[in-house]
């Protein structure tokens, strides 16, 4: 039988309320066999300084950034540094809300490990 991955996420806002708090409860749930990972990353309070201490696995990118993939903003360089940043600290990256076939190709073509929205459904 093959195991179940457990996992959860948590947003950036919720994490940077308490730090030490969240830091012992995080670790804590890792130590547990719980995949932690950061949701809306990026559209809050994050703080690049504790990124490195949260136990997590996981980053998402927004999908008010992959909203405007495609459309030649900003949103491509942020959800970009977001890839690159994820795959750097070790991390699995996912795009949330990717609606359109422009998406799918500039996030295939940054190497983004999954891909989450309407365009698969």
Known sequence: MPSMTKAAEITDSVIMQ?????TEILTRLNELGLDLSIDD???GYSSLSYLKRFPVKHINIDKSFVDDIGQGTDSEAIAK???????????????EGVESEDQVAYLRDHARNE???YFYN
């Open 81 to 95: 540094a977001v890839i690159t940043l994820g795959h750097s600290l070790s991390m699995q990256v996912m795009a």
């Open 18 to 22: 308490n730090v030490k708090s969240t």
């Open 41 to 43: 990353f990026g559209t």
């Open 115 to 117: 891909i989450h929205g």
